[in-house]
């Protein structure tokens, strides 16, 4: 018979388990980010492969016959008749390249579209300084970034909505811990063993690179931009990109070395991939002797805290705790700008609740929403996401449980009332092979960016795991119990080792036997009295001492007996919803990024359209000409907006008012307060460039209104004087 005891997994990790089972290997890969998977028709991008090499192998051929000709000093009407067959093949071929390259461009791999797209986004975030590298005078560092004045007030923004949505609607407590976090809790949770990622080294300069983000590379590289490779190579390449994240270290290295890859900046060998733990270690207090680490999560803070919490909540379930605040990778050669960075914010939710129901009050609030899905069925058979309804979603099972539904609806809803497209969001399940074991059931908010589909929220029903890994390694339940309305009959397991035995026979091992005996399960503990009582004797595995031992009857006594009890007590499960939010605001700057021509059409003015909800300035104010009267009227206005909460700019430099316009578009500013006389006032809607009048002294209100929700736009359109002047902007 063979006993596990708690195997401890970090959270992150725990997915990898079924693959850590697979390659009986003990590294576990952290999942990375997830890039849209090639949706090129395969059979087009096949055919066309194997045309481009039959055409290639052609014109080689047809080249050799014009020199062979040549050389032999054939006759010039001969030559004349080859080269021209030459060239008719060379535009053959040119052409199916073409049409190779723009059916891979066209299918969501377009790289040089999406660069370009990129390029313009982070210019103008960059210039207006939403985000500044950190510590940039000293050459900065890879993976830390600063947000800038109006990246601060974005981010202040969605945070203060998070809080809004979920905290205040759902009532959930909210905690704050310490970001530096002592070994014994991280060891508890996995990370200490196991929170690493896949590095190489080059192997003459020591610098490090994630191995799956190289093969990544590769694999991508030559699938956009090598149009010389057969069909069955980038089918080779896909298949790799489709399962790289199951390989183990063995499996990463052998793909590195028959590839060649080499190091990107030397082109120097690689060496083999090895685990690096991503968390940064430190030591609490002068001594040193207290070993710690910054905590890569917040999660951890709240699991230590549920006895309290949950006593803080009258011993009611369920109940949902949540924290905001920094967490730390040490990321191994961060790319991707704001998407993996060194330290960021997180702001997760742990929703505690009864795993024998896990039904949710409120459901009936999201069931009928609709979005796209990409369940795990649709995943294997190469489908792509479908629009399905939440309802339907959970009722056929496919989503895991209500609770877990309510809060991908949740998601949903705080994602695109941000401003995120709904046709760029998508819900990933994962796989049954990303999932651990214990998990119930795991969806990704996956949004689109230039980057491709990037992981922002998870939302995990994490079964007891977590609290269960800290009780077992305190010694303190964490657990919850249902106070029955009349005692209830149960039959109940009771393994009884007796020690003296023990103690007699394994000495030392004596506690680690008895330890191990009574973790059995029913099942196992009933197979050993069967064994006990038909053989007297039972081989029983100790993991704790990793090996075999043997029981005698006379050393356990395993019954079951009915009692009477008046509660159950449980370990709660937990529904947790985990936030990346330097990667929504991140995907938000690009889906909201748009250009329009200038008035006199020589230029393209960026804009970011956001929602008033996040904008960073609510609000700019403008007299049309610098004279003292209107300046006078706008210091008036602002401190009216400055009363109700409304951030706003005043700007009084004598730039034409155009340009003033353009460069609040580019922060995404959604309204204009214009001063242009004593009595009233223009207010200017950043996307339609319209047009209201209102008098001087309604203008702070309105924009009040209008920013915090309470009018759209089109109400105040419809409510006063107005004019659609796109003409009188530029
Ligand atoms: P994880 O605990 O790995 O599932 O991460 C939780 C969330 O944190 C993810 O959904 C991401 O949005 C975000 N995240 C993880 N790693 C990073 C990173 N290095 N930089 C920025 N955000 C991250």
Redesign the pocket.
Known sequence: MRIFSTLVFP??QQQQIFNLRQFQTTTIL??PISIAPIQIPMDAEQSLRQSLSEKSSSVEAQGNAVRALKASRAAKPEIDAAIEQLNKLKLEKSAVEKELQSIISSSGNGSLNREAFRKAVVNTLERRLFYIPSFKIYSGVAGLFDYGPPGCAIKSNVLSFWRQHFILEENMLEVDCPCVTPEVVLKASGHVDKFTDLMVKDEKTGTCYRADHLLKDYCTDKLEKDLTISAENAAELKDVLAVMEDFSPEQLGAKIKEYGITAPDTKNPLSDPYPFNLMFQTSIGPSGLIPGYMRP?TAQGIFVNFKDLYYYNGKKLPFAAAQIGQAF?N?IS?RQGL????E?T?AEIEHFVDPENKSHPKFSDVAKLEFLMFPREEQMSGQSAKKLCLGEAVSKGTVNNETLGYFIGRVYLFLTRLGIDKERLRFRQHLANEMAHYAADCW?AEIESSYGWI????IADRSAYDLRAHSDKSGVPLVAEEKFAEPKEVEKLVITPVKKELGLAFKGNQKNVVESLEAMNEEEAMEMKASLESKGEVEFYVCTLNKTVSIKKNMVSISKEKKKEHQRVFTPSVIEP???I??IIYCLYEHCFSTRPSKAGDEQLNLFRFPPLVAPIKCTVFPLVQNQQFEEAAKVISKELASVGISHKIDITGTSIGKRYARTDELGVPFAITVDSDASVTIRERDSKDQVRVSLKEAASVVSSVSEGKMTWQDVWASFPHHSSAAADE
Do not use: N
């Open positions: 959270r992150r952290r999942k999560e990778r990321e961060p998407l993996r960075v060194r960021f997180l990704d992981e922002c929220v998870g985990s936030f990346g330097g990667r």
